[in-house]
């Protein structure tokens, strides 16, 4: 069973508008983390923004942010104001357990931001 | 600049030849690992090592062997090189006191013909 479940393959928005990407996560340990990357199409892979699952605050850096919902296992990432150069396929992993090569990634969404 | 590095970039290699991928952080994180990234499989952890000298196996180690020689520098070397290691390899640094947030190299593109 996947660990980590993304289930939008493609969004398209407008340019300027706020794009929200889904993510589920599974797991038994009451401490983990969560994690956005970004892929673009030069096939280049960026850290974008993290939440630790005992922090109840929502992350937020620049035009990025999180929508934590513990209860329901749920980590969706939010980007406000989109720009063209926002287009890129973005991945959601989670990291538990002691172990530090416990990382477990989504399938990835593909954001097409239209001009 | 760039804190995590690889070489080559891209690659054509031979069945049965050995092949060697490079990879250099300056973020000094203890943690470093070998990706491999396929349509369909996403990415997929081939080995990983907690500093110098230390090399661990990931989820798909068959084929491969890691070896560590400093904290900045971490191979990823194929023997025998086979046309299903045909791939993109991606290395990364942990940063352990950030949840072991990953930093990803370029990434190497490798095709064994």
């Known amino acids: 069973a996947q660990k980590v479940t993304q289930t939008q393959t493609s969004i398209s928005v407008m340019e300027k508008t706020t794009v929200t990407m889904d993510c589920v996560y599974e797991?038994?340990?009451?401490?983990?983390?969560l994690f956005w990357y970004k892929q673009t199409a030069s096939g280049e892979i960026v850290f974008l923004i993290r939440q630790d699952s005992y922090k109840k605050e929502n992350a937020t850096v620049g035009h990025y942010s999180l929508n934590f919902q513990k209860p329901k296992s749920s980590i969706g990432l939010i980007i406000t104001a989109t720009q063209i150069e926002d287009s890129a396929v973005y991945f959601c992993?989670?990291?538990?357990?002691?172990?530090?090569?416990?990382?477990?990634f989504g399938k990835g969404t593909s954001l097409t931001v239209i001009p | 600049e760039a804190a995590v590095t690889q070489s080559p970039r891209n690659k054509v290699a031979v069945t049965g030849g050995k092949v060697t991928l490079s990879c250099n952080q300056t973020?000094?994180?203890?943690?470093m690992y070998w990706y491999r990234q396929d349509t369909g499989h996403g990415l997929r952890l081939i080995h990983y090592s907690y500093g110098a000298g230390s090399t661990e196996k990931g989820d798909i180690p068959d084929g491969y062997k890691a070896s560590r020689p400093s904290q900045e520098n971490f191979s990823l070397i194929l023997e025998l090189a086979t046309p299903s290691q045909t791939s993109v390899y991606f290395c990364a640094s942990g940063d352990p006191g950030a949840g072991n947030t990953l930093y990803f190299g370029e990434g190497s593109r490798l095709i064994v013909v």
């Open positions: 973020n000094n994180h203890n943690n």
């Open positions: 992993a989670m990291r538990e357990g002691p172990g530090y090569q416990n990382f477990y």
């Open positions: 797991t038994q340990d009451s401490s983990y983390f």
